[in-house]
C-alpha cells in the first residue's frame, strides 16, 4: 500500500530581489512560484511551503510596449456609477509598490491559501527594507 508523504515541516527561506529594470509580468511570474512553493522538491498544493519574499527598487520596473498609457486599473464601490480607472502611469506616481503587488496577486491561488502567501511578498520602492534581521540572500531573477 502507498503511502502519501505530508511535508509539514518546511525551512522558509527570506529571498532579496531586486526589480531595477526588470519587466513586471517576467518578475511577477517568478515571484508567484517563490511564494507557492513550485521549485522545492517538497512542493505541495494544499499546504503552504514557499519561500518569502522582498522586493526592492520597486519604483524602477519597466514595461513593454506602450503600457504606461494604456494598461488600465479598475475597481467599483459598488454604486452605480461606482468604478474608478487608473492607467499604470499614474498608479506608479501615486503608489510604485502597488502594480507589482496586482501583477502577483493574480498569479496566486484564490483561496485562503493565496492570502497567506500573499502575506509573505514584502514590496519596498527603494533600496532600504526593514527585513535586514532575517538576512535574505540576493537572488538574481
Not at 95 to 122: E, F, I, Q, Y
Request: with cysteine; hydrophobic share 35%; proline share 5%.
Amino acid at each position: 500500500m502507498k503511502k502519501t508523504k505530508f511535508y509539514n515541516q518546511v525551512e522558509r527561506k527570506w529571498i532579496l530581489v531586486d526589480a531595477k529594470r526588470k519587466t513586471l509580468g517576467r518578475l511577477a511570474t517568478r515571484i508567484a512560484r517563490i511564494l507557492q512553493g513550485k521549485d522545492k522538491p517538497e512542493y505541495s498544493p494544499n499546504f503552504l511551503c514557499g519561500d518569502y519574499v522582498v522586493v526592492i527598487n520597486a519604483k524602477y520596473i519597466k514595461v513593454t510596449g506602450d503600457k504606461w498609457r494604456e494598461k488600465i486599473y479598475d475597481k467599483y464601490s459598488g454604486y452605480p456609477k461606482g468604478r474608478r480607472e487608473i492607467t499604470l502611469g499614474e498608479l506608479m506616481q501615486k503608489n510604485p509598490t502597488k502594480a507589482l503587488h496586482l501583477a502577483v496577486k493574480g498569479m496566486l491561488p484564490k483561496s485562503k491559501l493565496g492570502k497567506m502567501m500573499l502575506r509573505c511578498l514584502k514590496i519596498y520602492p527603494e533600496e532600504n527594507h526593514y527585513q535586514q534581521a532575517q538576512r535574505p540572500f540576493r537572488v538574481d531573477i
